[in-house]
């Protein structure tokens, strides 16, 4: 499964829009690139999935370039409720093969008043 | 209401005592997954299965057992060969054609 590499952690004020992007150079065909999202003692959560371009949910927006070399995961307008760990993750989660996702260390994002 | 559930959600044993770990499922989905989390990491793939009677090693498996005898069902054993025990671990599950895995809400074990 293809390798991703994201900041360990960023910055914000509440109110600001925060684009968090994601490295994965080898991603394979197959792959998909989907976002979870990790609050303090909870299981992660699924916020977001894309192949290619531009996917947008009522949460945040997933931008992927031609080259799907990378994507970048936008929260608009965060509050202080979004501080939280992101993690980016791909691979073929579309569950065709009932397999094993990896997950990194995740981006802390931390939104102050 | 459907989705997984882990209990206890905080656990003590003492050093030297094997430890189960208990996640179920009423989503009726496929695959099961164990996960170790330890402060400041990412989580770390102990075991999974993808359907009943079968599971796979994960990438940290040393010290742990699991069965998967229901589908609803996939607890974890933490044996005393496990050096290092006391972490955060999460269940999770998934089904084949959706996107994403859904987790429970973790037990935090505790070893003194």
């Known amino acids: 499964l293809a390798k991703t590499t994201q900041p360990i952690s960023m910055d914000s004020y509440e109110g600001q829009e925060v684009n968090i992007t994601c490295s994965h150079n080898?991603?394979?065909?197959?792959?998909?690139i989907t976002w979870y999202q990790q609050f303090p003692s909870q299981g992660p959560r699924f916020i977001i999935q894309g192949y290619k371009t531009k996917v947008t949910n009522e949460v945040a927006s997933l931008f992927i370039p031609a080259d799907r070399k990378s994507s970048t995961l936008s929260l608009p307008r965060v509050s202080l409720s979004d501080t939280a760990v992101y993690y980016c993750l791909v691979g073929d989660d579309r569950g065709s093969t009932l397999g094993r996702l990896y997950f990194g260390r995740g981006t802390q994002l931390t939104v102050w008043p | 209401d459907g989705g997984i559930t882990q209990s206890p959600k905080y656990l003590f044993r003492k050093e030297g005592q094997n430890v189960t770990l208990s996640c179920e499922q009423n989503?009726?989905?496929?695959?099961m997954y164990w996960y170790r989390q330890d402060p400041g990491q990412g989580l770390r793939l102990i075991y999974y299965?993808?359907?009943?009677?079968?599971?796979q090693k994960g990438d940290i498996a040393e010290g742990y057992s699991v069965s998967r005898e229901k589908k609803e069902s996939f607890p974890l054993t933490v044996t005393s060969a496990q050096k290092n025990p006391t972490a955060f671990y999460l269940c999770?599950?998934?089904?084949?054609?959706?996107?994403?895995?859904?987790f429970g809400p973790g037990t935090r074990l505790t070893v003194l």
């Open positions: 989503l009726n989905h496929d695959a």
């Open positions: 080898n991603i394979a065909t197959n792959d998909y």
């Open positions: 999770a599950s998934r089904v084949q054609g959706q996107d994403t895995q859904y």
């Open positions: 299965s993808q359907i009943v009677n079968d599971f």
